[in-house]
């Protein structure tokens, strides 16, 4: 449950969502995706998309949305493709869809989104099937297909947290590029994408906000458990190893 929770999100601003496990953040994704499992529901407040309120719309008006209004970036890539389709053939259905392009626009848009995001062999990326790609692939390929779609606001759930250090930074630069156009909102436990990407960053705590503030300004003066910890974790992460701590 989600308890006097109000953040704004516009374009060009990103909002980070941190917290331990089971705070709220998953909650947050669905409840600002209108999409919140059964035996959820709001029962106070609104959760609006330029002036409209998601909650007002049917599931078909919502299916709409996506992609046009709002874009998710999900933790696990690959639960975003069918296995059984080559990523080309999955890129080229979604520009065709959502944007009205010709087949052969719609494969033009996709190479040029892929090299885009820093895959440059794109052919042979098209022709694959998404298990032959890496995660960290995956994760590059949602991306390209977001910037071509270019949504007003993007969801992000952990976008980092399965990737190597190689991958992880592209998709911090990849995340930057996203916010010159969109608002993001990301929820992560990453102190680097929190810091680098997000204009302000709210910690929950059993469904209530902890406290909210830059990055940096929270991990110099943490007013609660999980940003201390957040903290000195991170600082361990600059000396070059890391320590995590069971939360209690």
């Known amino acids: 449950m989600l308890h006097d929770i109000s953040c704004r999100v516009r374009r060009g601003e990103a909002v980070g969502v941190t917290g331990e496990s089971g705070s709220g953040k998953t909650t947050l994704l669905k409840a600002a995706m209108g999409v919140l499992g059964p035996g959820c ?3 106070g407040g609104t959760i609006q998309l330029d002036g409209r309120d998601l909650h007002s719309l049917g599931p078909a008006e919502r299916r709409e949305m996506g992609g046009r209004a709002i874009g998710f970036i999900p ?5 975003a493709f069918d296995s059984r389709l080559s990523v080309g053939s999955q890129m080229q259905a979604i520009f065709r869809k959502r944007l009205g ?11 040029a989104k892929l090299q885009q995001v820093h895959l440059p062999d794109s052919e042979r990326v098209m022709a694959s099937r998404p298990g032959a790609l890496s995660g960290g692939m995956l994760q590059r390929v ?7 779609l270019n949504p007003p606001y993007i969801l992000a759930d952990e976008p980092t947290s399965a990737l190597d250090a190689e991958n992880r930074e592209a998709v911090i630069q990849l995340l930057h590029e996203c916010k010159l156009a969109s608002g993001l909102l990301i929820v992560s436990h990453d102190v680097e994408v929190l810091r680098r990407i997000c204009d302000q960053v709210l910690v ?6 902890a406290e909210q503030g830059k990055m940096e300004d929270l991990l110099a003066r943490p007013r609660h458990i999980w940003t201390s910890q957040l903290a000195r974790s991170a600082a361990r992460q600059e000396e070059g190893y890391w320590i995590w701590e069971r939360y209690e």
Do not use: K, M
């Open 204 to 209: 929950l705590h059993d469904g209530v906000l």
């Open 101 to 111: 392009l010709n087949r052969l626009d719609a494969a033009g848009l996709a190479r």
């Open 142 to 148: 949602a991306i390209a297909i977001l910037l071509g």
């Open 41 to 43: 529901a709001l029962e």
């Open 75 to 79: 933790q696990l890539p690959v639960t």
